[in-house]
């Protein structure tokens, strides 16, 4: 697949993202137990689409003479509130699931990562704030911070948006109730 192809494609999954949380609707939860983590980053996500729109606004009244800039800058703006509305809906619509033979580990549209439990040789509830690249660490991270950290006796291969592929043994992410997420995948 081409890059052009992979970007495309994760347009999309925002854009569907977006009509599943109008619908109010989850994705690829069946036959699994759901653990959200977007309420780490509502507030944030809301900031932003605000400021997205001020400036759409402002943008539009500066430019009400010229037509033609007016009218593409416009729709670029439209586009910006969308994609960022698109971004927190993926994470709303894809949240982290548990099944009987793994955990399926999420960040909207950007990673999804199937863990088998078989795999996971520890699970804690680690609140971090900061994060330094390793090389087979996976910091799935919402809010500046990840709340759950799971060590992996052999490694699972993540593929990023692009198509890279890498292995990981260690998965940091964040739950909004990691406690309950911690216990469920220690009680398997």
Excluded: K, N
């Excluded at 703006?77 to 894809?94: E, P, Q, S, W």
């Excluded at 910091?139 to 948006?161: A, K, M, R, Y």
């Amino acid at each position: 697949m081409t890059t052009v192809y992979r970007l495309a494609r994760h347009e999309m999954r925002l854009l569907a993202g977006l009509v599943l949380w109008l619908a109010r609707r989850t994705e690829g939860t069946a036959g699994g137990r759901a653990f959200g983590y977007a309420r780490g980053q509502g507030a944030t996500m809301l900031g932003l689409a605000f400021v997205c729109v001020v400036e759409t606004v402002g943008v539009s009244f500066m430019l009400r003479d010229m037509p033609l800039a007016h009218d593409v800058l416009l729709a670029v703006d439209v586009y910006t509130v969308l994609f960022v509305i698109g971004l927190h809906a993926a994470c709303v619509v894809r949240p982290h699931v548990l099944s009987s033979d793994a955990l399926r580990v999420r960040h909207g549209a950007q990673a999804d990562l199937r863990v088998p439990l078989a795999s996971i040789a520890a699970v804690r509830r680690e609140t971090r704030t900061t994060h330094r690249p390793e090389p087979d660490a996976l910091d799935l991270i919402v809010g500046s911070q990840t709340t759950v950290t799971l060590e992996l006796s052999e490694p699972v291969v993540h593929t990023t948006v692009l198509g890279r592929r890498r292995p990981v043994s260690v998965v940091r992410l964040y739950a909004d109730d990691p406690g309950t997420l911690v216990q469920a995948l220690a009680a398997r």
